[in-house]
């Protein structure tokens, strides 16, 4: 797979949480090259089916979300600058002299200005930055914006990706498009490959505001199994070695009570056996990730996790190793292929 | 509309003891329906049946109170909050147990900054100087809700519990003036919302309808140095765009956006930062329901004095009814 063709070309797609209908079509297209049968559902959840080759009807569910940060318009004052307030998560700090696009009537550009450093008190520079202090400066004048934005708009980051050295790539929401592309990269590698179990690979929406996708699909797909795939921190300077990992090094797997026991042993094992590079990822409690929700969907799924370590998450200059990527669409589609007929019921441990 | 606010907002009915709220709509909208049940949580859940769509309308009765935790020697009641009750809003006012007792609430005398006002340095003064005394009136585990009025001055509404009992008042009006529709209709008057929109959650599970429109307040920006929001009371029912537990889904919005104009009604879009609502939970469940919401500009929510529009919440029924009736999937 061309991996950089196709992280750039999704993660500049958008598909703010609540607004994902757009991409989420132009996701389906892409999935149904690979596919048995694509649909999307009320939520626009892309749902990609693969028919496995056993004789049970077993089902495990790949889930990657889909949906990203951004934005939503609060109101417009009368010079014509537009106020906002964040959907998802979202520190103020990056988000001085950003450029973004208002999906309005039709799409507007805009900068969130910033004060200049000569112009700054001393006691300003030190402060933080509050979303509800800035505005978004589209060049119209309040008649102008009026005519195509209104209150509840969604707005989205237009940052360009970058190919850096040594096979990293930086981009926005590679958080969590990488991850829809290791989807497409297992159902491309799963094509070569026997596997017994029937595949629903889940692009979901809404997950960076409360994993609200994954609750709808996991009750709807009724999975026997599940992998969640999502970034987990890169190491960067100055935050604690317990909670990042290295780029490079190889996808994270998951381990802790979100996850299930026996299936992340043998998952690793897997790896192991071939020659897969990994890295552990444990997990004490609540991964927030979609596999706290799947877990716990109507009686219970036996739920994996397997991460790619991304740097600078929720900006936009996510940035990850092509490496780990390629690695993680290994290790799952590899995995998915041992799982066979024999496995009756997944007891806990 | 005024005479059913007062008597929806007089009554009682903190979260998890709706009982008297619950009898008081049952009463009201008694042989407007085809069937009304009572739930395991105690939501009443009036059914207009039909061919059409199933269509679920939620309407939270429960509303925010205290609980009596502990009682002193000299009879002083502790309490503990029962949903989102704001220490600053609580001080100097009334609040009434079931059987009637009314309590002053204020704080302990001793406390020199009331930034450090917390409810467990408030309590509640029943008038009596014994703790014998006072448990004869309130027992440890009794709920009381806020006193407030209601009152109608010009096109305004002062009152507790506004917050949802107009929400109420505008279900039980539609019902009321609903005109013929093929489309199956769940009015839902819900409990425990102001705990985590808990009696939805169930409703939404056992009804599974094809669309959920719930009827809520929100907060509003036209007060004197309020925090920037462009809902202003007297300016239409809002359409929620989102808060903190939904994102509405497009189709709704689309739905309660064309039947406002169609009516030709004034509106306007609801970004609520803080706080959830009923649909927040009606959505995820039962596989997923596209749910959206009309919501009532309301001034000062979760204070004795919550402050909306007549005008308002009469459009809100008007456009409840057009969307329940021209909504085909």
């Given at each position: 797979?061309?991996?950089?063709?196709?992280?750039?070309?999704?993660?500049?797609?958008?598909?703010?949480?609540?607004?994902?209908?757009?991409?989420?079509?132009?996701?389906?297209?892409?999935?149904?090259?690979?596919?048995?049968?694509?649909?999307?559902?009320?939520?626009?959840?892309?749902?990609?089916?693969?028919?496995?080759?056993?004789?049970?009807?077993?089902?495990?569910?790949?889930?990657?979300?889909?949906?990203?940060?951004?934005?939503?318009?609060?109101g417009i004052d009368e010079k014509g600058f537009v106020s906002?307030?964040?959907?998802?998560?979202?520190?103020?700090?990056?988000?001085?002299?950003?450029?973004?696009?208002i999906?309005g009537k039709k799409?507007i550009q805009g900068i969130?200005g910033?004060?200049?450093?000569?112009?700054?008190?001393?006691?300003?520079?030190?402060?933080?930055?509050?979303?509800?202090?800035?505005s978004i400066d589209t060049g119209l004048s309040y008649n102008e914006v009026k005519e195509c934005v209104e209150?509840?708009?969604?707005?989205?980051?237009?940052?360009?990706?970058?190919?850096?050295?040594?096979?990293?790539?930086?981009?926005?929401?590679?958080?969590?498009?990488?991850?829809?592309?290791?989807?497409?990269?297992?159902?491309?590698?799963?094509?070569?490959?026997?596997?017994?179990?029937?595949?629903?690979?889940?692009?979901?929406?809404?997950?960076?505001?409360?994993?609200?996708?994954?609750?709808?699909?996991?009750?709807?797909?009724?999975?026997?199994?599940?992998?969640?795939?999502?970034?987990?921190?890169?190491?960067?300077?100055?935050?604690?070695?317990?909670?990042?990992?290295?780029?490079?090094?190889?996808?994270?797997?998951?381990?802790?009570?979100?996850?299930?026991?026996?299936?992340?042993?043998?998952?690793?094992?897997?790896?192991?056996?071939?020659?897969?590079?990994?890295?552990?990822?444990?997990?004490?409690?609540?991964?927030?990730?979609?596999?706290?929700?799947?877990?716990?969907?109507?009686?219970?799924?036996?739920?994996?996790?397997?991460?790619?370590?991304?740097?600078?998450?929720?900006?936009?200059?996510?940035?990850?190793?092509?490496?780990?990527?390629?690695?993680?669409?290994?290790?799952?589609?590899?995995?998915?292929?041992?799982?066979?007929?024999?496995?009756?019921?997944?007891?806990?441990? | 509309?005024?005479?059913?606010?007062?008597?929806?907002?007089?009554?009682?009915?903190?979260?998890?003891?709706?009982?008297?709220?619950?009898?008081?709509?049952?009463?009201?909208?008694?042989?407007?329906?085809?069937?009304?049940?009572?739930?395991?949580?105690?939501?009443?859940?009036?059914?207009?049946?039909?061919?059409?769509?199933?269509?679920?309308?939620?309407?939270?009765?429960?509303?925010?109170?205290?609980?009596?935790?502990?009682?002193?020697?000299?009879?002083?009641?502790?309490?503990?909050?029962?949903?989102?009750?704001?220490?600053?809003?609580?001080?100097?006012?009334?609040?009434?147990?079931?059987?009637?007792?009314?309590?002053?609430?204020?704080?302990?005398?001793?406390?020199?900054?009331?930034?450090?006002?917390?409810?467990?340095?408030?309590?509640?003064?029943?008038?009596?100087?014994?703790?014998?005394?006072?448990?004869?009136?309130?027992?440890?585990?009794?709920?009381?809700?806020?006193?407030?009025?209601?009152?109608?001055?010009?096109?305004?509404?002062?009152?507790?519990?506004?917050?949802?009992?107009?929400?109420?008042?505008?279900?039980?009006?539609?019902?009321?003036?609903?005109?013929?529709?093929?489309?199956?209709?769940?009015?839902?008057?819900?409990?425990?919302?102001?705990?985590?929109?808990?009696?939805?959650?169930?409703?939404?599970?056992?009804?599974?309808?094809?669309?959920?429109?719930?009827?809520?307040?929100?907060?509003?920006?036209?007060?004197?140095?309020?925090?920037?929001?462009?809902?202003?009371?007297?300016?239409?029912?809002?359409?929620?765009?989102?808060?903190?537990?939904?994102?509405?889904?497009?189709?709704?919005?689309?739905?309660?956006?064309?039947?406002?104009?169609?009516?030709?009604?004034?509106?306007?879009?609801?970004?609520?930062?803080?706080?959830?609502?009923?649909?927040?939970?009606?959505?995820?469940?039962?596989?997923?329901?596209?749910?959206?919401?009309?919501?009532?500009?309301?001034?000062?929510?979760?204070?004795?004095?919550?402050?909306?529009?007549?005008?308002?919440?009469?459009?809100?029924?008007?456009?409840?009814?057009?969307?329940?009736?021209?909504?085909?999937?």
């Amino acid at each position: 797979m061309d991996y950089i063709s196709i992280l750039k070309d999704i993660s500049t797609y958008p598909g703010i949480s609540g607004r994902e209908e757009k991409l989420s079509k132009y996701i389906k297209r892409m999935f149904a090259k690979y596919c048995d049968e694509t649909i999307i559902d009320q939520f626009y959840n892309v749902i990609g089916i693969k028919k496995g080759y056993g004789k049970i009807n077993k089902k495990i569910m790949v889930t990657a979300h889909l949906d990203e940060i951004g934005f939503i318009v609060k109101g417009i004052d009368e010079k014509g600058f537009v106020s906002f307030s964040n959907i998802g998560g979202i520190d103020g700090k990056i988000l001085l002299a950003q450029e973004v696009t208002i999906h309005g009537k039709k799409d507007i550009q805009g900068i969130i200005g910033a004060k200049p450093p000569h112009l700054l008190k001393p006691e300003e520079s030190k402060k933080a930055v509050n979303i509800k202090d800035l505005s978004i400066d589209t060049g119209l004048s309040y008649n102008e914006v009026k005519e195509c934005v209104e209150v509840g708009d969604f707005i989205s980051f237009s940052a360009k990706p970058m190919v850096l050295k040594n096979n990293k790539f930086s981009s926005k929401s590679l958080d969590n498009r990488a991850g829809v592309a290791i989807l497409i990269d297992i159902m491309e590698r799963l094509d070569k490959l026997r596997y017994d179990w029937d595949v629903h690979f889940v692009a979901t929406v809404q997950e960076e505001v409360g994993l609200r996708g994954a609750i709808i699909a996991a009750y709807n797909v009724c999975p026997d199994m599940a992998i969640v795939l999502d970034a987990c921190h890169g190491d960067i300077p100055d935050v604690s070695k317990d909670s990042v990992y290295q780029l490079g090094k190889g996808p994270a797997i998951g381990i802790g009570p979100n996850l299930h026991t026996k299936l992340t042993k043998e998952l690793i094992e897997y790896a192991k056996e071939e020659n897969i590079p990994y890295q552990i990822d444990v997990e004490p409690g609540n991964t927030g990730t979609e596999a706290w929700a799947i877990q716990v969907s109507k009686t219970g799924v036996p739920t994996l996790l397997v991460s790619f370590p991304l740097k600078y998450m929720h900006t936009t200059v996510e940035t990850v190793h092509l490496n780990d990527i390629k690695n993680a669409g290994k290790l799952i589609s590899g995995f998915i292929s041992t799982i066979g007929n024999e496995m009756g019921e997944i007891s806990c441990c | 509309m005024f005479d059913l606010l007062k008597k929806l907002t007089q009554t009682t009915g903190v979260s998890g003891n709706e009982e008297e709220i619950r009898n008081v709509i049952k009463e009201e909208i008694k042989g407007k329906v085809d069937q009304i049940t009572v739930d395991t949580l105690g939501n009443l859940i009036a059914v207009k049946k039909g061919n059409g769509k199933k269509i679920m309308v939620a309407a939270h009765m429960d509303e925010i109170g205290v609980m009596a935790t502990f009682i002193d020697d000299n009879g002083f009641v502790r309490f503990s909050s029962i949903g989102g009750v704001n220490q600053y809003n609580s001080i100097g006012q009334k609040v009434r147990f079931n059987n009637g007792t009314i309590g002053a609430l204020h704080y302990e005398q001793k406390l020199d900054d009331l930034k450090n006002l917390k409810l467990s340095k408030m309590y509640i003064d029943i008038g009596v100087d014994s703790k014998e005394e006072a448990l004869k009136l309130v027992g440890i585990g009794d709920v009381a809700c806020f006193v407030g009025d209601c009152v109608k001055q010009g096109n305004i509404i002062i009152s507790k519990a506004l917050d949802d009992r107009s929400g109420c008042a505008v279900v039980i009006d539609a019902i009321n003036n609903m005109p013929k529709t093929e489309n199956e209709i769940y009015y839902v008057f819900t409990v425990q919302e102001e705990l985590g929109l808990r009696g939805a959650k169930t409703a939404a599970y056992q009804i599974k309808p094809d669309l959920a429109i719930a009827v809520d307040v929100t907060l509003t920006g036209d007060t004197p140095n309020s925090h920037l929001m462009e809902v202003k009371c007297g300016k239409g029912p809002a359409i929620k765009i989102k808060d903190r537990s939904i994102i509405c889904h497009p189709k709704v919005k689309k739905l309660l956006e064309n039947s406002a104009k169609k009516i030709n009604i004034p509106y306007q879009y609801e970004v609520l930062e803080a706080g959830g609502s009923d649909p927040g939970a009606i959505h995820i469940s039962a596989g997923g329901v596209p749910s959206g919401a009309i919501s009532i500009p309301c001034r000062y929510v979760h204070s004795p004095v919550e402050t909306a529009c007549l005008t308002d919440i009469e459009n809100a029924v008007k456009l409840l009814i057009e969307s329940l009736c021209s909504f085909s999937g």
